[in-house]
């Protein structure tokens, strides 16, 4: 099976502007959920979807936000941003919700923010 | 929220030495992950613990599940260079995993 994706890897913005991350889950995976990583707040989550669902969510404000497609394919969008944005954000997949699945993490995208 | 507390948050061993982590939660832990982190890379899982007392063998790792299940431990015996990286527990917060901050082996040739 192929790992989980994430597009694009790398990405350069600028104050203010928004953008959109893209994931795809390993096949037949249906629970995405998302992270931020910076080196001084460690693996914050963001939020998990399962089938189109948002079922969880993390202590993040509104400017973050997500969605999830009818294929697993979830995506992440960071409006506004500001430069506490930059960072790497990883998806994890897992077969099913909840807190006993293995999560199968991707590449991630790292972004930053001038 | 609930949250887990990993120490240390850095170590440094010589290789053969051994190596071990700490996670410690306020409340009790339905079950508990850890995953592995490499330099440049994204976490990979390594095991979950479900009961008190748990304990469980990977080659040189051991993890062990507290038997109050709010405290675990990851040992590795003899430590390589192959095992540099960065390794999280990670416990359950409602319906959601939430992270240590992670404990940073290096590993000295």
């Known amino acids: 099976k192929a790992g989980v994706t994430q597009t694009p890897r790398y990405l350069i913005k600028t104050r203010g502007q928004q953008v959109t991350l893209s994931c795809s889950p390993i096949?037949?995976?249906?629970?995405v959920s998302w992270y931020q990583q910076t080196p001084g707040q460690g693996l914050q989550f963001l939020f998990e979807?399962?089938?189109?669902?948002?079922?969880n969510k993390g202590n993040f404000p509104g400017r973050f936000s997500g969605r999830q497609f009818s294929n697993s394919r979830s995506e992440m969008n960071v409006s506004t941003l500001e430069l506490g944005d930059s960072a790497l954000y990883l998806c994890?997949?897992?077969f099913g919700s909840g807190t006993y699945n293995e999560q199968f993490f991707g590449p991630g995208t790292r972004l930053t923010v001038l | 929220g609930q949250q887990v507390m990993q120490i240390p948050q850095y170590q440094h061993v010589q290789e053969g030495e051994d190596f071990t982590t700490y996670c410690n939660s306020s409340?009790?832990?339905?079950?508990i992950q850890w995953y592995k982190q490499r330099p440049g890379g994204h976490p990979v899982f390594l095991i979950q613990?479900?009961?008190?007392?748990e304990v469980k063998k990977q080659k040189r790792l051991t993890f062990q599940f507290g038997e109050a299940k709010k405290n675990s431990s990851l040992h590795i015996t003899a430590t390589q260079t192959t095992d540099v990286g960065t390794y999280f527990c990670?416990?359950?917060?409602?319906?959601?995993?939430?992270f240590g901050a992670g404990t940073r082996l290096t590993v000295k040739p």
């Open positions: 979807y399962f089938s189109e669902t948002q079922r």
């Open positions: 994890a997949s897992s």
């Open positions: 613990l479900v009961k008190s007392g």
């Open positions: 409340t009790t832990l339905s079950n």
């Open positions: 096949s037949g995976h249906r629970s």
């Open positions: 990670a416990g359950p917060n409602n319906n959601d995993m939430r």
